[in-house]
Structures are given as C-alpha cells and as structure tokens.
C-alpha cells in the first residue's frame, strides 16, 4: 500500500507523466502494466490507479 501511496503522490506532481499513464491505462488497459510491472505489490498499485483515474 506504501508503495501505492508513493507512485500517487509522484502521480500526482506530474501532471504530464498522469496525462500519459491515464492515456495509456484508458487505451491498452490494465492487465498489459500488470504484466509489464509483474510485481508482487502492483496489484496495490492498480487499484490505487484505478481509484485515482475515477476521480481524476
């Protein structure tokens, strides 16, 4: 979850780095990053991109 938190919060100070991850999440989807990432804490990262996408 810490690590979640943090790639948010670097997220979120970047406003272009979060157009280009929103961009490519929306365009290719979820499961490509997991597989990509293949991390045992990117599943706490997806869904912290997920809920952040949502209110975004």
């Keep these: 979850m ?7 919060t670097q997220i ?4 272009t780095k979060a157009e280009r991850i929103l961009s490519a999440v929306k365009a290719a989807g979820v ?5 990509l990432l293949n991390h045992s804490a990117i599943s706490f990262v997806i869904a ?3 809920d952040w996408q949502k209110t975004k």
């Excluded at 979120?12 to 406003?15: G, V």
């Excluded at 499961?31 to 597989?35: H, M």
């Design 31 to 35: 499961a490509p990053v997991e597989q």
């Design 48 to 50: 912290a991109l997920e």
């Design 2 to 8: 810490k690590i979640a938190t943090r790639v948010i």
């Design 12 to 15: 979120d100070n970047n406003p």
